[in-house]
């Protein structure tokens, strides 16, 4: 039970953080700051979400020796998913530094959810 109490406060901080990110990117878009695109965005989110999602799982069933692994697969699979996306979009290599912002806090997040995890866990 407390698994899965710690599973849905981590899953609810990162709805809250990723909303939180969402509506700036509205309001810089509105003040014509800078307008992004919201695709781009929602990729990384998705990525990162089912990475959370996947190791909350792990968390939850209580396997503590895969956690790292996992973590890593996806940070690698997030970095090259960023790369295809920076090749083929002409709006990502526009906003490219906005977007790596984007990428660097959904990844600080993760590191921060995945740190507690693991100390959760010793």
Do not use: C
């Amino acid at each position: 039970m407390e698994k899965l109490i710690v599973v849905l406060k981590g899953l609810g901080i990162f709805l809250l953080m990723s909303a939180v990110l969402f509506i700036v990117q509205w309001q810089l878009a509105e003040k014509n700051v800078l307008v992004l695109n919201y695709k781009i965005h929602f990729l990384i989110f998705f990525v990162t979400l089912i990475s959370l999602l996947t190791i909350l799982i792990v968390f939850a069933l209580g396997k503590k020796n895969v956690i790292g692994f996992i973590f890593l697969g996806f940070v690698v699979f997030k970095f090259f998913a960023m790369g295809y996306i920076a090749v083929f979009q002409k709006e990502f290599r526009l906003n490219i530094v906005p977007y790596f912002v984007l990428y660097w806090i959904y990844l600080l997040i993760e590191v921060v959810f995945v740190l507690k995890l693991v100390k959760k866990q010793d």
